[in-house]
């Protein structure tokens, strides 16, 4: 029995060491890779002074978003833009930040605001996208 409670320890140990890889990493900006630090210059500048054509052109379509059960879904570009700042108004504080704390989950970067909404980048080709903006309940 004791042999039996030592195995199921040791294997435990060893799957929560190799699965603590997977989880998301906290990483400030300056730390991201070069090619994300350039896009999100980008994607920043465009977003505090509320450029959505900018920021639609750094978007992926359809584009993801998820605020409480039952108002979840994707958006067109045309929806995209039209509701631009119904969606993304209160939020020029967050991406004003110099420097921002992100969390890096398989090369895919999310900004958390204090709302606990998600802003989600992913690597797409040879540069990143906007990909997804989902809010915790």
Do not use: C
Request: aromatic share 16%.
């Amino acid at each position: 029995m004791k042999k039996a409670v030592l195995l199921i320890g040791v294997v435990w140990l060893i799957v929560a060491a190799n699965s603590e890889n997977t989880f998301a990493q906290e990483k400030r900006l300056n730390s991201t890779p070069q090619a994300f630090q350039t896009f999100y210059a980008k994607f920043k500048r465009a977003m505090v002074k509320g450029d959505k054509n900018t920021v639609a052109s750094l978007t992926q379509f359809p584009f993801q978003y998820g605020f409480d059960a039952g108002d979840e879904g994707t958006l067109s570009k045309a929806q995209f833009t039209k509701r631009f700042k119904e969606l993304f108004g209160s939020y020029k504080k967050l991406f004003s930040q110099n420097n921002p704390e992100l969390f890096s989950d398989n090369g895919a970067f999310d900004l958390t605001s204090d709302d606990a909404t998600h802003f989600r980048f992913e690597k797409k080709g040879a540069s990143y996208q906007f990909t997804a903006m989902i809010s915790d309940p």
